[in-house]
């Protein structure tokens, strides 16, 4: 394999890879020489490991940022709906006032 096609395929590996991993790796590459195919190949794993390794951190995370965000959200809303005041009575019905904090 020719450094060009081991660079091709480098680049198709590193498509869906976080920037700054993917700048990493291209680095990493042109500072590397392999001495066979079998060795680039072995590379190339660790890379694609690495990068789903990462993407599975980065999901976990950002689902926990939503979770905490809906949840905010979530005690926002009742907090509003707890704080509201009842100002008097306009023939037999409530008149109602939300206090803001």
Not at 60 to 87: G, L, P
Request: proline fraction near 1%; charged fraction near 40%; glycine fraction near 0%.
């Amino acid at each position: 394999m020719t450094r060009t096609e081991q660079k091709k395929e480098l680049i198709e590996v590193l498509q869906d890879a976080p920037v700054k991993m993917a700048e990493r790796f291209k680095r990493d590459f042109e500072r590397m020489a392999f001495d066979s195919d079998s060795d680039f190949n072995n590379w190339i794993d660790d890379v694609c490991l690495e990068i789903d390794h990462a993407d599975h951190k980065e999901n976990r995370f950002q689902s926990t940022i939503s979770q905490a965000m809906r949840e905010r959200a979530e005690r926002i809303i009742q907090e509003k709906k707890n704080n509201s005041v009842i100002q008097g009575l306009s023939e037999i019905k409530y008149e109602e006032k939300r206090i803001r904090m």
